[in-house]
């Protein structure tokens, strides 16, 4: 059985910063592309930030620079650093699994909510 489970979440001040983790089980997790969404109330999920089986790694434009996505292939886990939060990043992040060339991911994690308010 599959499993990618979320944690990290929380309050945070504009400004501050929270680093999410994503542990996965059931898969070869260094076959697979990692990624990290997030849906905010009223609007579509959207890709925030991907790290390849290799460790190439892309970013939407809205959080270049403050943002940073890691994997330890020894822990199957996954990591995101995000910096410099803004309210506008507010919303429910997801953890991803992408196999090979699928278009989509094979894999949800759970999501687990930021909130950045003052």
């Known amino acids: 059985q599959v499993q990618l489970v979320e944690s990290g979440g929380g309050l945070v001040q504009p400004g501050g910063s929270l680093r999410l983790s994503c542990a996965a089980s059931g898969i070869i997790f260094n076959r697979y592309n990692m990624a990290w969404y997030r849906q905010a109330p009223g609007k579509q999920r959207e890709l925030v930030t991907t790290?390849?089986?290799?460790?190439?790694?892309s970013y939407a434009d809205s959080v270049k620079g403050r943002f940073t996505i890691s994997r330890d292939n020894a822990k199957n886990m996954v990591s995101l650093q995000m910096n410099s939060l803004k309210p506008e990043d507010t919303a429910v992040y997801y953890c991803?699994?992408?196999?090979?060339?699928?278009?989509?991911?094979?894999?949800w994690g759970q999501g687990t909510q930021v909130t950045v308010s003052p």
């Open positions: 991803a699994a992408r196999y090979g060339s699928s278009l989509k991911p094979d894999y």
């Open positions: 790290i390849s089986s290799g460790g190439g790694t």
